[in-house]
């Protein structure tokens, strides 16, 4: 590749600090960019970006590269935050990840570089991108660490997006992205990879939405219709969630059900019209497994659907590939999946996203799921 003014995303964290370095290295004009997202509680203990924009300035000058602090906390609000909130009143769960993927660092910050003049821009994150001269296509692939894969949370990007992008750690296995960061002296080389979404941090995620959401209490019943407690609002659940149910001593209550009786309870259905969350008890129970689904809002690497057999598709980050059939929906952006083996606890408003190998094709968001 011909030297290129690239402009890369400095989050404060390792894995885009090695973006930075690895392509000044190959002989790049390279600019950081650090992105403010968030500002409404930005002293508080759980929002790292002060500390974050440091880590990436400090970064910066170890590499001898400029770095640019741009503040996206309007654009984040209208096209990320407005839509997380508007899913959870609806019962759903969202994933602001895709979204602030899409709507942020492919929308904004990618025009925002081009107004720098940019050729391209590189980010962090752990997948990989080529063009196939035999479909004349640009495709999103896995990152080469299975563990770091980040392809799932990019599954939205379009030729466009993916023909102006470089990832450059994709191609590594995260213990050699640490490693290059402490031979080159980078002062975030041993940092805590961030967790959490980056507008709630490390946070208890239901103090959050309470400022929010407005708190609706209603029964929590089991399979027999029995009533089990009261729930704070079902927007503050999500299907298979385990914890914090408050119904962990029912078990004592000499249900029938023999040895099951000290199965964990889990999070089955949301009836929103009656404001009643349904819990069963045991991983495997019947009303977690889903043989099918159907997603709306898609979107195609490719730009078109893709074929309708051989693919895997995950329902949810960090599980593996579920071979699954394609079936296009009646109506534009609207697909159905139908898999080999039952799927746990199948969300909607999480992204389905589908894949050949290890080509990510794209996907779509989960409105409904059948056993």
């Known amino acids: 590749m011909n030297k290129q003014r690239i402009v890369v995303g400095l989050s404060g964290g390792v894995d885009s600090a090695v973006t930075a370095h690895l392509l000044k290295q190959q002989g790049h004009e390279v600019i950081g960019i650090f992105m403010k997202n968030w500002e409404d509680d930005d002293d508080s203990e759980f929002c790292s970006s002060r500390q974050d924009f440091l880590d990436a300035a400090s970064v910066a000058d170890v590499l001898g590269i400029e770095i640019e602090h741009v503040n996206f906390a309007a654009e984040y609000k209208d096209r990320v935050f407005a839509e997380f909130l508007t899913e959870y009143q609806a019962g ?3 994933n602001p990840d895709v979204l602030c993927n899409a709507e942020i660092k492919f929308k904004a910050f990618l025009d925002h570089a081009m107004r720098l003049g940019a050729d391209r821009i590189a980010t962090g994150h752990y997948a990989r991108a080529r063009f196939n001269p035999a479909t004349q296509k640009h495709e999103l692939l896995k990152g080469l660490d299975p563990a770091k894969d980040q392809s799932y949370f990019l599954h939205r990007l379009n030729q466009a997006q993916i023909s102006k992008t470089l990832f450059p750690v994709g191609e590594l296995r995260k ?3 640490r490693r290059i960061a402490e031979e080159i002296g980078l002062p975030n080389a041993k940092k805590k990879d961030s967790t959490g979404i980056c507008f709630i941090g490390e946070r208890p995620f239901r103090e959050f939405l309470n400022r929010y959401i407005s708190r609706e209490p209603g029964p929590i019943k089991d399979e ?6 009261t729930h704070v609002g079902l927007s503050f659940y999500t299907l298979g969630q385990r914890q914090g149910l408050g119904i962990g001593g029912v078990k004592e209550k000499g249900a029938q059900r023999g040895s099951g009786d000290h199965s964990p309870w889990f999070v089955a259905r949301k009836d929103i019209p009656n404001n009643t969350l349904w819990v069963v008890q045991g991983h495997d129970h019947p ?3 889903y043989r099918s689904l159907q997603a709306d809002n898609a979107s195609w690497v490719a730009g078109e659907p893709p074929a309708q057999s051989g693919l895997g598709a995950k329902t949810r980050y960090r599980q593996a590939d579920a071979a699954c059939t394609f079936e296009p929906g009646a109506e534009a952006a609207t697909f159905g999946l139908n898999f080999t083996e039952l799927q746990w606890a199948v969300t909607p408003g999480q992204s389905a ?10 996907g779509g968001i989960i409105s409904a799921a059948q056993a």
Do not use: I, S
């Not at 027999?224 to 407690?229: D, M, T």
């Not at 996203?353 to 794209?362: A, H, K, R």
């Open 92 to 94: 759903r769960t969202p």
């Open 224 to 229: 027999r219709g029995r009533k089990l407690g």
């Open 353 to 362: 996203v589908l894949y050949d190998g290890e080509v990510c094709l794209g």
């Open 287 to 289: 009303w977690l497994q």
């Open 175 to 177: 213990t050699e992205v």
